[in-house]
Nanobody, 126 residues
Framework: QVQLVESGGGLVQVGGSLRLSCAAS????????MGWFRQAPGKEREFVAA???????YYADSVKGRFTISRDNAKNTLYLQMNSLKPEDTAVYYC????????????????????WGQGTQVTVSE
């Protein structure tokens, strides 16, 4: 079993920044890809970003250039640096561990992830 705990969410004004963290514990194996997803009220969960063990990264078009995913394999921690935040970024953000080791377009699908955190709320106010 793998446990994932997100932190760092909160309330921020438009244009502000937040850094989310996701600490993994249990049977962690850093070779698996990790990702961030988000879900806004009344909407489906959507892909935000993913990173492989070797730091190959993938981003949703809506966050490219504003968000940066990174991972510290020694600390079993995944990060999401979010800059230039917009109201449409408001959502619950979830980190997840993929069943995949190799990177590819499949990392954009939530079906490729088997462990999920409980989520952290990010609210961007006007």
């Amino acid at each position: 079993q793998v446990q994932l705990v997100e932190s760092g969410g909160g309330l921020v004004q438009v244009g502000g920044s937040l850094r989310l963290s996701c600490a993994a514990s249990g049977r962690t194996e850093s070779r698996y890809a990790m990702g961030w997803f988000r879900q806004a009220p009344g909407k489906e969960r959507e892909f935000v970003a993913a990173a492989t063990w070797s730091d190959t990264t993938y981003y949703a078009d809506s966050v490219k250039g504003r968000f940066t995913i990174s991972r510290d394999n020694a600390k079993n921690t995944l990060y999401l640096q979010m800059n230039s935040l917009k109201p449409e970024d408001t959502a619950v953000y979830y980190c997840a561990r993929s069943m995949r080791v190799l990177g590819g377009p499949w990392l954009r699908s939530s079906n490729e992830y088997d462990y999920w955190g409980q989520g952290t709320q990010v609210t961007v106010s006007e």
